[in-house]
């Protein structure tokens, strides 16, 4: 005989139903005649109590209506926790009850009074159960109407203690405390009534045949199978799997920390997976899946679902098809997949790697809300009220998105603001973001009023508590405020004070909700058109195929715009930025910025930016292979061009070129640059300022060089290459510079230059520039056996005159014509002309041309004093500048001829005394393969590496020297 049983809760009677007691009669008992306890807005189903009987005098066997023999009690929870009541009385009423399905059934109903007025339902008596146990338990209750009072007011002398245990049905499938598997064929604890999976016993709808099912798993690892119809199911404790089925389900996976397993199966689905590692898949249909804390798996299924990480690294991925999701990656080091479709992500905070899939994306790596800058979707015309992505509002989630031109204002970041002004009600919009307990988050927005509506206000709600009003002005301004998270959805709400009648609210832009410590995320767009935002932290972004929009934030970050038009903004901080192929705009932002250009890197606008910078910015061209020009048109600006694709460059310190013939062109220049040109044959052309310039592996020209200058030939291996430094055709004269060797390779030094006082003004430095081949120029005459010859009609086996030996024989002749093309790219290796009697009378006898490096005898007591030798050698262009030396700045072209003999030899050149072809491992390598095979083969000892079989028949004056024996 139970004495704890389930009853219905009616609410209270003013009405006392015994106000006089010592007898069995309910005096008033008629007055709830027609009355009906119970609506659809507030079912009884909902009021289903457990009661335990208390008997404290009496009848034993029931609660004593009549207070003056004893005073029974009954236990139960009506709303305020367990509570304890006295018992007053009963009375049996024919009832009619309407069902959740709106069906009704006629019922004899046994309702309690205790002394403080409470009414409730109680069940049938173990000896009269049928057959109103049978209606009382066919659905939930929604109402009961009392239509008289069953065989007058002394009916019933006391409520029986002996009830039957089953429960009314309240619409809860309840599981037990053990191992369910709750599905079709499933019966819940007798006690908790006879509500079934699919039974036709859900408390709503007529569309789904009455299956919307309610479970309650509670304790232990449970299964649910919910079935058909939009069903709500709680996994309780316990690690449970849950499967929704058919219908727009709502599914939680409970409390606690345990690993669910929950799949929404079709329609639009609601789960929470909760604490715990859980595994949740929406399935088909627009579902809203929140992870909750752990470290989550999300599989969005198909259709266009909202996915919240939450707490913890959780794995997230839209899902297939073509469907627009909306992804919160929240806290964590996410792993977020939007899959295809046009996604919107925000990455959240924490370290997260992000994949946008094919489809125009829009993500913000560190942004806890999504689409905070409103950019999704395209207002119709200047502007259209319309569904974004990740917010709500208070008109059928209507928002007023405006782009360009509200009232003369642009957007403070991206293409779109919105106004918060749409309805004529009160006008709100929130997003719910998932966050972390305790963790402290710093909101930002920028905020201003639409022109002549200045005084307008707004308020800001977290969490539906007011943190903030905000009255902006008529320029943007941000606002910023901290807020804490409590570890669940968190609601961030911004409010009008007052309708504006869908007249002129505030203008809302840029929302962001973030730690303040930015993630170092990985962001790849995939394809389509997709806007990525990295935010703080040292974050790697990939746009992929598609015209991106990429920003970098603050940290040095790693940018490749992919395939595509894409607009690159590196923020703040050392970036690495590829724009990729396509004809990119890429702004490098604060920091020392290294900017690449590789492959086929299209006509791409660069502008290196200024602030914050060590080294400055430098665009990187190593990976191309073709020939390159760099052409300033002013400082740090102008082009780069491999003849394919063309940069536009501003604001670029340094560059770095390719293996090719590259032109680097710097006269424009008046700020410094630095150029590394990289393997090649280049020509280098400095600026007005302080330049750099690094030749590389190869042939390398330098001019336009001066004061404050480093130049660097660079070393070929074996020293196989010919540098050249072009002091003169950078508008430099003997008479204002000055070289001076570091070491007797000649090929490092400093270059003084003074003005035309003789005043040192300034030095460059130079290193590896080698010696240039010294040679004559046709009508040369040479005096030989036969007397004065042209150089021109000289053959191999002639007899030339040589000061220190004779006669001697010419064992080889080269020859190297340089054309008006060469000559104007070049104009280092004009000849130097040597004018009649410049050097002396009769020296030269006629004028003489021959190349700038070709030497020529100096003699006489002047240079032995000042070197301690009667004769030296020194280069044609160390002369230039005395009266009659100039360079032949006329010459269309030119050929230059030498003459080798067994040794290094002194021979007559139109009266002058110069010397012959000297070979040298710098002039060797500079010639043909087949030109240096014949003189390996007449001079064998040219080709032993590292030997000096063809010594100088004299030493070599530098310029100084020459200046100072000239000058006495």
Same mark, same amino acid.
């Not at 058909?228 to 920390?257: F, Q, R, W």
């Not at 600026?687 to 404050?708: E, H, P, R």
């Not at 001076?740 to 230059?753: A, C, K, M, P, Y």
């Not at 002047?862 to 500048?881: N, S």
């Given at each position: ?26 005096e ?22 457990q ?7 009496g009848?034993? +066997? /029931?609660l ?15 709303g ?14 024919n ?20 002394t /403080?007025?409470?009414l ?6 173990t000896?009269?159960a ?12 929604v ?9 007058g007011?002394?009916?019933?002398a ?5 009830r ?16 369910d598997?709750?599905?079709?064929t ?30 309650r ?30 219908g727009?389900d709502?599914l ?39 992870g909750?804390?752990g470290?989550?798996?999300v ?8 996915i ?9 991925y ?6 627009n999701?909306v ?22 905070s ?12 829009y ?6 809300l ?5 950019e999704?979707?395209v207002?119709a015309?200047?502007w259209s009220?319309?569904a ?9 989630d209507?928002?007023?998105v405006w ?7 642009s957007?403070?970041?991206?293409s779109?603001s919105?106004?918060?002004?749409y309805?004529?009600?009160?006008? /709100?919009?929130?997003q ?7 963790q402290s ?9 639409r022109?002549?509506?200045s005084?307008?206000?707004f ?5 539906g508590?007011?943190?903030? +009003?905000?009255t ?5 301004a941000?606002?910023?405020?901290t807020?804490?998270?409590?570890g ?13 009648n ?5 203008l ?6 973030t ?9 790849d767009?995939?394809?389509?058109n ?5 935010g ?5 972004l ?5 015209n ?17 038009t ?12 590829d724009?990729g192929?396509g ?26 930016g ?5 080294i400055g ?6 990976a ?7 052409t ?6 102008g ?5 394919t694709?063309t940069?536009?460059?501003?604001e670029i310190?340094?560059?770095l070129?390719?293996s ?10 008046d ?17 007005s ?26 070393e ?17 004269t ?7 060797f570091?070491?007797?390779?000649n090929e490092?030094?400093?270059?003084i230059?003074y ?13 590896n ?6 040679c004559?120029?046709?009508g +040369? ?22 000061m220190?030996?004779g006669?001697q ?7 190297r ?20 009697d ?11 041309r ?6 020529l005898?100096l003699?006489?007591? /002047? ?7 009667a ?11 005395q009266p ?8 269309a ?48 000892g040219?080709s ?7 010594p100088?028949a004299?030493?070599?004056?530098k310029?100084y ?8």
């Amino acid at each position: 005989m139970p004495n704890t049983f389930s009853w219905i809760y009616l609410g209270t009677s003013t009405t006392v139903l015994d106000p006089t007691e010592g007898n069995t009669v309910a005096e008033n008992a008629s007055a709830l005649v027609g009355q009906t306890y119970g609506s659809t807005t507030d079912p009884l189903y909902n009021h289903v109590t457990q009661v335990t009987m208390n008997d404290l005098g009496g009848n034993a +066997t /029931a609660l004593d209506q009549d207070n003056t023999i004893s005073n029974d009690t009954f236990t139960t929870n009506i709303g305020a926790g367990t509570q304890t009541f006295t018992f007053d009385a009963t009375i049996i009423y024919n009832a009619t009850i309407t069902y959740a399905n709106g069906t009704t059934a006629t019922v004899s109903a046994v309702l309690a009074q205790d002394t /403080a007025g409470h009414l409730f339902l109680a069940p049938d008596s173990t000896a009269t159960a049928a057959p109103d146990t049978v209606a009382y338990q066919n659905m939930p209750i929604v109402s009961i109407r009392l239509d008289s009072i069953t065989g007058g007011t002394t009916s019933y002398a006391g409520i029986a203690t002996d009830r039957i245990v089953t429960g009314f049905d309240d619409g809860w499938v309840e599981g037990t405390a053990g191992n369910d598997l709750i599905n079709s064929t499933y019966v819940e604890p007798i006690a908790n009534g006879t509500d079934k999976i699919d039974g036709g016993d859900g408390i709503s709808s007529s569309t789904t045949s009455w299956q919307d099912d309610r479970v309650r798993a509670g304790a232990g690892n449970d299964t649910v199978l919910s079935g058909l119809g939009n069903d709500y199911v709680d996994g309780g404790t316990g690690t449970d799997s849950i499967d929704g089925g058919a219908g727009n389900d709502s599914l939680y996976g409970g409390t606690g920390v345990f690993n669910d397993t929950i799949l929404g199966g079709t329609g639009n689905d609601t789960i929470d997976g909760g604490d715990g590692n859980d595994s949740l898949l929406g399935g088909d249909g627009n579902d809203s899946i929140l992870g909750g804390t752990g470290a989550d798996t999300v599989d969005g299924g198909l259709g266009a679902d909202t996915i919240l990480g939450g707490a913890g690294n959780d794995s997230l991925y839209g899902g297939t098809g073509t469907f627009n999701d909306v992804i919160a990656g929240g806290d964590g080091a996410d792993r977020i997949d939007g899959g295809d479709g046009n996604d919107w992500i925000a990455g959240g905070s924490g370290d997260d790697t992000i994949l946008g899939g094919t489809g125009d994306d829009y993500i913000d790596a560190d942004n806890m809300l999504v689409n905070g800058s409103f950019e999704a979707g395209v207002p119709a015309g200047s502007w259209s009220a319309q569904a974004i992505a990740g917010w709500h509002s208070n008109s059928s989630d209507l928002v007023e998105v405006w782009g360009s031109g509200i009232a003369g204002a642009s957007p403070s970041d991206g293409s779109n603001s919105i106004e918060l002004d749409y309805a004529g009600a009160v006008d /709100a919009i929130w997003q719910d973001v998932a966050t972390t307990a305790s963790q402290s988050y710093t909101l930002s927005l920028s905020a201003m009023a639409r022109s002549g509506y200045s005084g307008e206000s707004f308020q800001i709600y977290w969490q539906g508590a007011l943190i903030g +009003t905000v009255t902006p002005g008529t320029d943007w301004a941000t606002y910023t405020f901290t807020v804490t998270g409590s570890g669940g959805l968190d609601r961030l709400e911004f409010r009008e004070l007052s309708s504006e009648n869908n007249s002129a609210g505030n203008l809302i832009d840029n929302v962001s909700l973030t730690t303040g410590v930015g993630g170092n995320d990985t962001v790849d767009g995939g394809a389509g058109n997709d806007t990525i935002l990295g935010g703080a932290g040292n974050d790697t972004l990939n746009g992929g195929d598609g015209n991106d929009s990429l920003v970098g934030g603050s940290g040095t970050d790693s940018i490749l715009g992919g395939v595509g038009t894409d607009t690159i903004d590196g923020g703040t901080g050392n970036d690495t930025i590829d724009g990729g192929a396509g004809a990119d705009s890429i702004a490098g932002g604060d920091g020392d910025d290294l900017i690449k250009l590789t492959g086929t890197f299209g006509n791409d606008t660069i502008m290196g930016g200024e602030a914050g910078e060590t080294i400055g910015d430098t665009i990187d061209a190593t990976a191309i292979s073709a020939n390159q020009t760099v052409t300033f048109t002013g400082g740090e600006a102008g082009t780069l061009t491999d003849g394919t694709s063309t940069a536009t460059f501003s604001e670029i310190e340094r560059f770095l070129l390719g293996s090719g013939n590259d032109s680097v062109n710097g006269a424009a220049a008046d700020l410094s640059m630095y150029v590394d040109a990289g393997a090649g044959n280049d020509s280098l052309t400095g600026g007005s300022a302080a330049d750099t310039l690094i030749g590389g592996l190869g042939n390398d020209t330098f001019a336009g060089v001066g004061i404050g200058d480093v130049v660097d030939g660079s070393e070929d291996p074996g020293n196989t290459d010919v540098d050249v430094l072009d002091l003169f055709g950078s508008g430099w004269t003997k008479a204002t510079t000055d070289i001076h060797f570091s070491d007797l390779t000649n090929e490092n030094g400093t270059v003084i230059f003074y003005d035309s006082f003789g005043t040192i003004i300034g030095t460059m430095d130079f290193s590896n520039i080698e010696t240039i081949v010294p040679c004559f120029t046709p009508g +040369t005459l040479i005096a030989t056996d036969r007397g004065e010859v042209d150089v021109d009609d000289l053959s191999v086996g002639d007899r030339v005159l040589t000061m220190d030996h004779g006669y001697q024989e010419i064992r080889w002749i080269g020859r190297r014509d340089l054309g008006a093309a060469e000559l104007a790219r070049l104009p280092k290796l004009r000849p130097v002309l040597i004018a009649k009697d410049a050097l002396g009378d009769g020296v030269p006898a006629r004028d003489l041309r021959v190349s700038p490096q070709h030497r020529l005898l100096l003699r006489g007591a /002047a240079t032995e004093l000042f070197i301690g030798e009667a004769e030296a050698l020194a280069p044609a262009a160390h002369f230039l500048g005395q009266p009659g030396v100039a360079r032949d700045a006329a010459a269309a072209g030119v050929r230059y001829i030498h003459l080798m003999f067994d040794r290094h030899e002194i021979v007559r050149s139109n009266g002058l005394w110069s010397e012959s072809f000297q070979p040298g491992a710098a002039t060797l390598s500079s010639m043909d393969d087949a030109v240096r095979e014949e003189l390996f083969t007449l001079f064998p000892g040219l080709s032993v590496p590292g030997a000096l079989p063809y010594p100088a028949a004299r030493l070599t004056l530098k310029r100084y020297e020459v200046h100072q024996i000239l000058a006495s």
